[in-house]
């Protein structure tokens, strides 16, 4: 990519630092009087730097033809903007007129030199500039002063003579009539007068009294005589310039002088307008440039601008993808057609902005700024233009007010300026952030607020190159809406104001919630938990959190380093912890949790607006509520990822685990932590019986099964069950596929009748209550042999006592299986037996003969137990919550009634 510099070069003074703005304040009078800067004062240089629009043309044309020829209209009325070009077309007909053959080559190619017409007599010249004529001192030169514009166009025209006729008039400062005025310009001819700055004159010799009337009475009457006098000459010529009174910011007297003027001029007048339309990107181009131009670079860049913008078109406005527009960006190179544009369209709205000088002046500091710094650009668009560059700055402010000095400063350009800190933070970005604010900046002001502002695809439209994505653009605009202080947005226009927006206001209110956000932070959190875990929010130790088995998820608090996390693992309050392997504790991130602790004061900022605008406490900010809102919809939709990004380590035990950033949406923290830390097999839904065989039954003939769930559960260093049913599942296949058996122990011995091994048995028959034992391989098959052997010894023989007589049945058979006279087995369709005075302590008892034989019989049924306890010391409400209906929660059960007194 070739910079812009070395496709068309800045005059030399631009490249040398040496641009002295003064250039483009062309001033009538100093011409004629020959101290104007060069540009100016030299004829060829002045043409040289002079872009000659169709309007200039057309002019020395009408002023060749009139003077020469008598042809065309006598009186010739200039009218521009504010810096539009009014005085600068009168430079060009003095040089055009007095110094034709030094710049012929420079003319157009059919306009001849107008300095002598046939016979030989030249065009006669009076130049008047009112900035140069003091209304009250008059002006002297050769021993004469003169006091009105009557005397100084005799003495121009005219020498001494010509003064002399009108000297009467001049001293009593009153206008001659129109007989007089016939008589003297007749002899002149051909004669041209010139006049600018007439107004400027006028309203100061409105001050300038004498006899009954003042100078500019005076001065409006000789104006209306010399017009129509001037009008009825065949070889006279009078060119005026008169500002447009729409774009000037005029006092009274100014307005009515104007309006009287144009009266005056308007009843022979033909105006004349220099600059139109596209002509401007001429002007800056010759008037900064040099003529020299690659023009195979040049044209290679606008071509791949140009297939840049087809192939964006739809993130771009209409425009930028006709052909037209190709051709205006050719016409404007160096610049982006819409840097010139925007300069002529919005800021030539305001009165104190001068039209193509102002245009000028600005340009060429932007010039010498990019110049100086070897910015590596092909194209200067409007995002490029350097707010940090004082000149360039005060261009701006001295229009629109220093005031937004500290708007530029706070979020524009600066080293402390939030856009140029958010492109050091992101480098890829290449100053995207503060392009983008240049660009919103520049569009933002006009004289009418109709004008300001900017959309996005005119935002794109002014960043985007070829290493720029449009939707980098959005993400980038998106978060500048969010951090910059005064960039305002109404519809899907952003501008730059200095109210302060809604962030300003966001900032201001924020400093309330310092303290009042950790309970909403401490309600927000709570409600990102979800139910996967028995939940303890912030705690301030380990005292409060239960030792039982149920898996636990501790967040500690944003500010908690988990120092005491081991402490609380090994002991709970005086006593040591049991169930250490139930514990997760969810750490906080220092960053994230600054992040989210700022999101909620502001969330709280706007709800306090939110309040003062529907109150109608604050009424001025109606039009922020449907922003207001939406911003507190993005805040509180972010909650959720908030929270994980806040919450993504835990600790198990010793370990620390990172789970990284969370996916985007929304999820409970629970449900975050079950999955990935089942993913991690830190928590267990499904169990194989190989790990119970080789962590437990190695060595061991019988272990209860109530010692099996507890390891599980005590050992950090096995996987927390997700709950008993996980374990019992274990047991269940691993009876089933005859890895061990299941069995209860009756005085401390493994009851044979009721070992299961190698049989298929219900869930709900496994019991993790004292008293039942998995029974290793090897064991319950010898257990199992020897049973088969006692039952398969015949009975003993008679000894002479009663006869005892061994009747063989089937569990289920309805008629019973026995020698023949044997009545049938009864059977009961139902069994309700209401059992009363069971020691607790024999409730293994209970289990072995009374409930294991009715589970074999029919498989699973429930029960109701009742409890009543009574002790004199209590019992208390730690057991009863935390162990007692703890268990009956996990086992499925229920309370259907209690009393506690």
């Given at each position: 990519?070739?910079?812009w ?8 003074d ?13 001033d ?6 020959g101290?104007a ?6 004829p ?15 002019l ?57 017409r046939?016979g ?28 009105t ?7 121009q ?9 009108f ?42 009294a ?28 009078m060119v ?54 690659d ?46 544009d ?25 010039v ?47 080293h402390?300026?939030?856009?140029q ?6 480098r ?16 933002s ?26 939707a ?52 927000i ?22 030792d ?20 609380w ?69 972010d ?8 919450y993504?380590?835990?600790q198990v ?17 629970s ?21 119970l ?7 061991n003939?019988?272990?209860?099964t ?17 709950s ?13 596929e ?36 998995l ?36 569990v ?14 009864p ?34 049924f ?26 009956i ?13």
């Amino acid at each position: 990519m070739k910079n812009w510099f070395d496709i068309i070069q800045p005059h030399e003074d631009i490249r040398k630092g040496d641009f002295d703005e003064a250039v483009f304040a062309a001033d009538l009078g100093d011409v004629v009087d020959g101290t104007a800067p060069p540009d100016y004062s030299d004829p060829y240089l002045f043409f040289t730097k002079t872009y000659l629009t169709e309007g200039l043309k057309h002019l020395l044309a009408r002023v060749h033809g009139k003077l020469t020829a008598g042809k065309g209209q006598s009186v010739i009325e200039i009218q521009t903007p504010f810096g539009g070009g009014k005085t600068h077309s009168l430079v060009t007909i003095y040089h055009y007129l007095k110094n034709g053959e030094k710049v012929r080559a420079l003319l157009p190619e059919n306009l001849p030199v107008a300095t002598l017409r046939e016979g030989g007599k030249a065009p006669k010249m009076s130049v008047i500039v009112g900035t140069h004529h003091n209304p009250v001192e008059g002006r002297e030169s050769d021993g004469i002063t003169r006091r009105t514009f009557w005397g100084e166009v005799g003495y121009q025209l005219a020498g001494r003579k010509g003064y002399q006729f009108f000297a009467q008039n001049d001293q009593r400062r009153v206008a001659p009539g129109k007989t007089k005025l016939r008589e003297f310009l007749a002899a002149q001819q051909p004669f041209i007068l010139l006049f600018d700055e007439i107004l400027e004159y006028i309203n100061r010799a409105a001050g300038v009294a004498y006899e009954d009337t003042t100078l500019a009475s005076q001065t409006f009457a000789f104006f209306q005589e010399l017009t129509e006098t001037v009008a009825a000459l065949s070889q006279g010529m009078m060119v005026v310039t008169l500002p447009s009174s729409f774009l000037e910011d005029y006092g009274r007297r100014k307005e009515e002088s104007l309006a009287r003027l144009n009266k005056i001029f308007g009843r022979v007048e033909n105006i004349e307008t220099p600059v139109k339309g596209e002509e401007v990107y001429a002007i800056v181009r010759r008037r900064l440039f040099e003529d020299d131009v690659d023009e195979t670079a040049r044209q290679a860049v606008i071509h791949d601008y140009f297939k840049l913008y087809q192939g964006y078109r739809d993130d771009l406005p209409p425009k930028a993808r006709e052909l037209d527009f190709k051709r205006k960006m050719e016409l404007a190179y160096p610049f982006h057609p819409d840097v010139i544009d925007i300069l002529y369209e919005k800021w030539s709205t305001f009165s104190s902005f001068q039209r193509t000088r102002g245009v000028l002046r600005l340009l060429a500091n932007v010039v010498e700024d990019l110049y100086q710094r070897e910015v590596n650009i092909d194209l200067i668009l409007p995002g490029d233009i350097n707010l940090a560059r004082p000149a360039v700055r005060q261009e701006f402010l001295k229009h629109i007010g220093m005031e937004y000095e500290g708007v530029i400063g706070s979020d524009i350009a600066g080293h402390e300026a939030k856009s140029q800190v958010m492109d050091r933070q992101n480098r890829p970005w290449k100053h995207l952030a503060e392009r983008i604010a240049t660009a919103i900046f520049f569009h933002s002001f006009s004289a009418g607020d109709s004008e300001k502002g900017i959309g996005l695809p005119y935002i794109k439209l002014a960043v985007l190159r070829s290493d720029t994505m449009p939707a980098l653009v959005t993400e980038v605009l998106q978060r500048l809406s969010n951090a910059l202080w005064y960039l305002n947005s109404r519809a899907d226009v952003y501008y730059f104001s200095r109210i302060p927006n809604l962030n300003r206001m966001i900032l201001d209110k924020k400093e309330l919630f310092n303290e009042a956000y950790e309970e909403r932070l401490r309600e927000i959190v709570r409600g990102e938990i979800g139910s996967k875990f028995t939940s303890y929010l912030w705690p301030d130790s380990g005292d409060g959190i239960p030792d039982n088995r149920s898996l636990k998820l501790v967040i500690l608090h944003p500010e908690d380093s988990g120092a005491e996390i081991p402490a609380w693992i090994e002991r709970r309050g005086e006593t040591f912890r049991v169930y250490k392997n139930t514990l997760f504790f969810a750490l906080p991130d220092t960053a994230a949790f600054a992040k989210l602790k700022e999101d909620v004061k502001t969330y709280m900022a706007l709800e306090e607006i939110k309040g003062e605008i529907e109150s109608g406490e604050n009424p001025t900010l109606e039009v922020k509520l449907p922003e207001v809102q939406r911003r507190m919809h993005n805040i509180s939709r972010d909650f959720s990822f908030n929270v994980r990004r806040m919450y993504h380590t835990l600790q198990v035990g010793e370990r620390r685990i990172d789970l990284g950033q969370p996916v985007a949406g929304n999820e409970t923290l629970s449900n975050w932590y079950w999955r990935e830390l089942e993913e991690r097999e830190e928590i267990a839904t499904r169990l194989h019986y190989r790990m119970l065989v080789n962590k437990f039954m190695v060595g061991n003939e019988t272990l209860a099964t109530q010692t099996v769930l507890d390891q599980f559960y005590k050992d950090p260093g096995l996987p927390a069950p997700a709950s008993a049913d996980v374990v019992a599942r274990a047991i269940q296949l691993g009876v089933q596929e005859g890895a061990f058996g299941l069995a209860p122990v009756e005085a401390g011995a493994v009851d044979p009748d009721a070992l299961r091994f190698k049989t298929e048995l219900p869930l709900n028959a496994i019991s993790f209550d004292e008293g039942f034992v998995l029974v290793e391989r090897g064991h319950a098959e010898a257990l199992l042999a020897k049973l088969k052997a006692e039952e398969e010894k015949p009975p003993p023989e008679d000894m002479g006592g009663d006869t005892i007589t061994v009747i063989d049945t089937q569990v289920g058979d309805e008629t019973g299986v026995g020698g023949e006279g044997v009545s049938p087995t009864p059977r009961y369709q139902s069994v309700r037996l209401v059992i009363a005075g069971i020691p607790a302590s024999r409730i293994a008892d209970v289990n072995r003969g009374i409930l294991m034989p009715l589970i074999r019989a029919v498989g699973d049924f429930t029960f109701t137990l009742e409890v009543q306890v009574s002790d004199e010391e209590g019992i208390s409400q730690t057991t009863l919550e935390n162990t007692i209906k703890e268990t009956i929660r996990q086992i499925g059960a229920r309370i259907v009634d209690e009393r506690l007194e």
